[in-house]
Nanobody, 126 residues
Framework: QVQLVESGGGLVQAGGSLRLACAASGRSSEITVLGWFRQAPGKERDFVARLTWNGERKWYVDSVTGRFTISKDNAKNTVYLQMNNLKPEDTAVYYC???????????????????WGQGTQVTVSS
């Protein structure tokens, strides 16, 4: 099992920035892909961004492309989500998740991930 701990959420005005962190421990060497998801009240958990654990490939949902950047610090076993030009519609609880399997499917569905963090709240005021 992999333990994931998110941090960095908070309240920010529209146009502002936040950087979320996801620290991985436990069987982190087994991770193949790490993703960020978000869930707004009353809505489903949606894919935001993901990267391969070696950091070589990255993907984003269209609505955050150009504003969010996913990256990894190998020494700290931590994945970051830099969020710039935040909008009120970015308000949600943000979760990081780890997949420990080799798959053909793009990992955009929450069901494809094995381990989850507890989530961190991001609130963007207008």
């Amino acid at each position: 099992q992999v333990q994931l701990v998110e941090s960095g959420g908070g309240l920010v005005q529209a146009g502002g920035s936040l950087r979320l962190a996801c620290a991985a421990s436990g069987r982190s060497s087994e991770i193949t892909v790490l993703g960020w998801f978000r869930q707004a009240p009353g809505k489903e958990r949606d894919f935001v961004a993901r990267l391969t654990w070696n950091g070589e490939r990255k993907w984003y949902v269209d609505s955050v492309t150009g504003r969010f950047t996913i990256s990894k610090d190998n020494a700290k076993n931590t994945v970051y989500l830099q969020m710039n030009n935040l909008k009120p519609e970015d308000t949600a609880v943000y979760y990081c998740a780890a997949d420990r399997r080799l798959r053909v499917q793009p990992r955009v569905r929450p069901q494809l991930y094995d381990d989850w963090g507890q989530g961190t709240q991001v609130t963007v005021s207008s």
